[in-house]
């Protein structure tokens, strides 16, 4: 065991300051940095726990949106009626993730920050740029059948796993943090996390120790919502392609629509120019083409181009 020292913080500016500290890392439910503490991949010298902060509510914003703490458990979140009345895509996603026990534990905030499930990242001794940079992505020629077939690049075909981070895609959420200074800032869900690239160990756009303090849903709008999610199996298992959606009509004709891809890119693939496509001229195949543009497989990831294409169409005629 690698020995590290704790701390339970006391205030979200507090948490920050403790969290910029070299070897220092937060620490909520636990349900993914305690796995990889196990593994040794995660060797944080210091831990800040954060679950006692005040973040556990969920609010009404002036704007008629609302404001869901960083501390809000999966599982509460899920089951708000707010949440299952207005932003039913945002509940189904939840409810499709990890099991009832996790759902309970996991966070708001720790749920956008968990980290990939690829195989090789999971395996100490393999080379993995994400784990150890400049070691090489051994998912390229190796099992890859559920990494990325949009996003990627030569350095990392590492997916996003969460469920819940397709669901704020499409609904235009906000990430709102504060930093070791006391100064607070809000990121666009969109511009949240980072795509590989040269430095795939970056995954997100937080500066150290910035810390989520809530997510930021806007005004409820109209139409349809739905989550579909294709997995090997029924519950506990991670996407191979999931779709939210939001659509409306009027007059038999769609007027809106917004959806996003999970399971296939390293963040929630979304693409503005798909959703003007079918708005266009209705025809999801040409939305489809839009959404999938570049979209590349590495041999065992092949299959999700397709899948992708046809768990859109059934998730967009459901909607």
Same mark, same amino acid.
């Given at each position: 065991?690698?020995?590290?020292?704790?701390?339970?913080?006391?205030?979200?500016?507090?948490?920050?300051?403790?969290?910029?500290?070299?070897?220092?890392?937060?620490?909520?439910?636990?349900?993914?940095?305690?796995?990889?503490?196990?593994?040794?991949?995660?060797?944080?010298?210091?831990?800040?726990?954060?679950?006692?902060?005040?973040?556990?509510?969920?609010?009404?914003?002036?704007?008629?949106?609302?404001?869901?703490?960083?501390?809000?458990?999966?599982?509460?979140?899920?089951?708000?009626?707010?949440?299952?009345?207005?932003?039913?895509?945002?509940?189904?996603?939840?409810?499709?993730?990890?099991?009832?026990?996790?759902?309970?534990?996991?966070?708001?905030?720790?749920?956008?920050?968990?980290?990939?499930?690829?195989?090789?990242?999971?395996?100490?001794?393999?080379?993995?740029?994400?784990?150890?940079?400049?070691?090489?992505?051994?998912?390229?020629?190796?099992?890859?059948?559920?990494?990325?077939?949009?996003?990627?690049?030569?350095?990392?075909?590492?997916?996003?796993?969460?469920?819940?981070?397709?669901?704020?895609?499409?609904?235009?959420?906000?990430?709102?943090?504060?930093?070791?200074?006391? @100064?607070?800032?809000?990121?666009?869900?969109?511009?949240?996390?980072?795509?590989?690239?040269?430095?795939?160990?970056?995954?997100?756009?937080?500066?150290?120790?910035?810390?989520?303090?809530?997510?930021?849903?806007?005004?409820?709008?109209?139409?349809?919502?739905?989550?579909?999610?294709?997995?090997?199996?029924?519950?506990?298992?991670?996407?191979?392609?999931?779709?939210?959606?939001?659509?409306?009509?009027?007059?038999?004709?769609?007027?809106?629509?917004?959806?996003?891809?999970?399971?296939?890119?390293?963040?929630?693939?979304?693409?503005?120019?798909?959703?003007?496509?079918?708005?266009?001229?209705?025809?999801?195949?040409?939305?489809?083409?839009?959404?999938?543009?570049?979209?590349?497989?590495?041999?065992?990831?092949?299959?999700?181009?397709?899948?992708?294409?046809?768990?859109?169409?059934?998730?967009?005629? @459901?909607?």
């Amino acid at each position: 065991m690698i020995p590290f020292s704790y701390e339970r913080a006391t205030d979200p500016a507090a948490a920050a300051r403790a969290a910029a500290q070299p070897g220092a890392r937060l620490i909520a439910g636990g349900t993914n940095l305690l796995d990889l503490m196990k593994l040794q991949i995660e060797k944080p010298l210091h831990l800040v726990d954060i679950s006692r902060l005040p973040l556990q509510h969920i609010e009404a914003t002036p704007e008629g949106g609302l404001r869901i703490g960083a501390m809000v458990r999966n599982s509460d979140l899920a089951a708000d009626l707010r949440i299952r009345r207005d932003y039913a895509v945002l509940s189904r996603a939840l409810l499709a993730g990890a099991s009832g026990q996790l759902r309970n534990m996991a966070t708001t905030g720790g749920n956008l920050l968990q980290r990939t499930r690829c195989n090789y990242f999971y395996t100490p001794g393999l080379p993995c740029n994400k784990r150890e940079p400049g070691t090489g992505c051994a998912a390229m020629q190796g099992v890859n059948r559920m990494n990325a077939v949009l996003g990627g690049s030569d350095q990392c075909i590492a997916v996003h796993p969460s469920d819940m981070a397709v669901a704020m895609r499409v609904l235009d959420a906000q990430v709102e943090t504060v930093n070791a200074a006391g @100064q607070r800032r809000v990121i666009p869900i969109a511009d949240f996390h980072r795509l590989p690239g040269n430095t795939p160990q970056q995954e997100h756009n937080l500066a150290a120790g910035e810390l989520i303090t809530a997510v930021v849903l806007p005004p409820p709008v109209k139409g349809v919502q739905v989550y579909r999610k294709v997995r090997d199996r029924a519950s506990y298992a991670f996407a191979l392609v999931s779709v939210a959606a939001l659509v409306e009509r009027q007059d038999g004709r769609i007027v809106s629509a917004r959806f996003a891809l999970g399971g296939v890119a390293p963040k929630p693939w979304r693409v503005t120019a798909a959703e003007q496509a079918l708005l266009a001229d209705g025809a999801i195949d040409h939305a489809a083409d839009v959404l999938l543009a570049g979209a590349r497989g590495h041999g065992g990831n092949d299959f999700k181009i397709d899948l992708a294409r046809r768990t859109l169409r059934a998730t967009l005629v @459901q909607a």
